[in-house]
């Protein structure tokens, strides 16, 4: 019975370890913004229709308690790694309730996709690395290209 606890208890650590290895290499990557944070570094998009930043983001609307927003989390890490030329940020839903709803978040995860030029869109639920891809190319990367 002991040695079956300690195994657990070894266990146990071992992964929580490893979980906050893994939540601060994607603190790097992904930064969590807030409703101020959101404001200074990307703009009023509500009002004013005017992007802040100088590359095209994708911003994450989720939740810690949402599976398939924990199931987005690595892919985009992997985007955030290999792509320099693209923001990720990430806005947890039940803190910034405020931010969520200004851009209609109903439903988690969301993706909302800013161009440099262009209107922000939305994608909504689980997507697959090619599917982000996809979209990245043609909701951020496309119209950049277009636009020289």
């Not at 404001?39 to 983001?57: S, T």
């Not at 030029?117 to 090619?130: E, F, M, Q, V, Y």
Request: proline fraction near 5%; glycine fraction near 4%; aromatic fraction near 6%.
């Amino acid at each position: 019975m002991k040695r079956t606890l300690l195994i657990l208890a070894l266990g146990i650590i071992t992964y929580s370890v490893s979980n906050i290895k893994a939540q601060n290499q994607q603190h790097i990557a992904i930064q969590n913004i807030n409703k101020t944070q959101f404001l200074r570094k990307i703009g009023n998009l509500d009002k004013q229709r005017k992007f802040k930043g100088p590359k095209p983001v994708i911003i994450d609307f989720c939740a810690t308690w949402c599976t398939p927003c924990r199931k987005l989390s690595p892919i985009l890490l992997e985007v955030a790694k290999e792509n320099k030329d693209i923001i990720i940020y990430k806005v947890n839903v039940d803190q910034e309730r405020e931010l969520a709803q200004q851009f209609k978040i109903f439903a988690i995860p969301t993706l909302l996709f800013i161009p440099v030029n262009g209107k922000p869109s939305k994608n909504l639920g689980l997507i697959s690395r090619s599917e982000l891809d996809t979209l990245i190319q043609l909701k951020l990367l496309k119209s950049e290209s277009s636009s020289l």
